[in-house]
T-cell receptor, first 110, second 113 residues
Framework: RKEVEQDPGPFNVPEGATVAFNCTYS??????FFWYRQDCRKEPKLLMS???SGNEDGRFTAQLNRASQYISLLIRDSKLSDSATYLC???????????FGKGTTLSVSS | DAGVIQSPRHEVTEMGQEVTLRCKPI?????LFWYRQTMMRGLELLIY????????DSGMPEDRFSAKMPNASFSTLKIQPSEPRDSAVYFC???????????FGPGTRLTVL
């Protein structure tokens, strides 16, 4: 089983739509969780950290379910500029590195 | 502030040649990571350093790959000899601690003919 698994998509949505991504992680001892965004031919950049209580940043909401070992990202009112690949990230069991999922591709169209 | 710096940005070489990729992490960061990204395999961790010491190199594909970090501001990833299947984007990233937010460099796009 891969350590961090995501639906690769692509998710094709119209502007204004709400879209949700889920990912699962295999290491029950993972302590740090993030969502990264990667634009085409660019490096990954931090979108937001994910906290146990859930957190929101504008149109983006991240949630963590430790019991089920999954992380979610909700994007409301999608914009064309949200088109990118979203990478789910969890720390490894030893807490010494981050494990990246393969990413979910989002395409927002007008 | 300068982010993570990588060079070269693009490298085209022939099979069998030696390739050296370079990285300068963000000043003050204690952890440095080398990744390889391909469409098929996604982002793979090759090796990471903590305070200039290699901690885990289990992701290094084979003995043709080696990495060094002689000081806190410089690291290299070397492939010798290179093969076409090494073609990928190689990212360097740094962070304050190993499980903290990582900042990525722009990557080196390697093509081995």
């Amino acid at each position: 089983r891969k350590e961090v698994e995501q639906d690769p998509g692509p998710f094709n949505v119209p502007e204004g739509a709400t879209v949700a991504f889920n990912c699962t992680y295999s290491n029950s001892a993972s302590q740090s969780f993030f969502w990264y965004r990667q634009d085409c031919r660019k490096e990954p950049k931090l979108l937001m950290s994910v906290y146990s209580s859930g957190n929101e940043d504008g149109r983006f909401t991240a949630q963590l379910n430790r019991a089920s070992q999954y992380i979610s990202l909700l994007i409301r009112d999608s914009k064309l500029s949200d088109s990118a690949t979203y990478l789910c990230v969890a720390s490894n069991q030893a807490g010494t590195a981050l494990i990246f999922g393969k990413g979910t591709t989002l395409s927002v169209s007008s | 502030d300068a982010g993570v710096i990588q060079s070269p940005r693009h490298e085209v070489t022939e099979m069998g040649q030696e390739v050296t990729l370079r990285c300068k992490p963000i000043s003050g960061h204690n952890s440095l990571f080398w990744y390889r990204q391909t469409m098929m395999r996604g982002l793979e961790l090759l090796i990471y350093f903590n305070n200039n010491v290699p901690i885990d190199d289990s992701g290094m594909p084979e003995d043709r790959f080696s990495a060094k970090m002689p000081n806190a501001s410089f690291s290299t990833l070397k492939i010798q000899p290179s093969e076409p299947r090494d073609s990928a984007v190689y990212f360097c990233a740094s962070s304050y601690s190993a499980d903290d937010e990582q900042f990525f460099g722009p990557g080196t796009r390697l093509t081995v003919l």
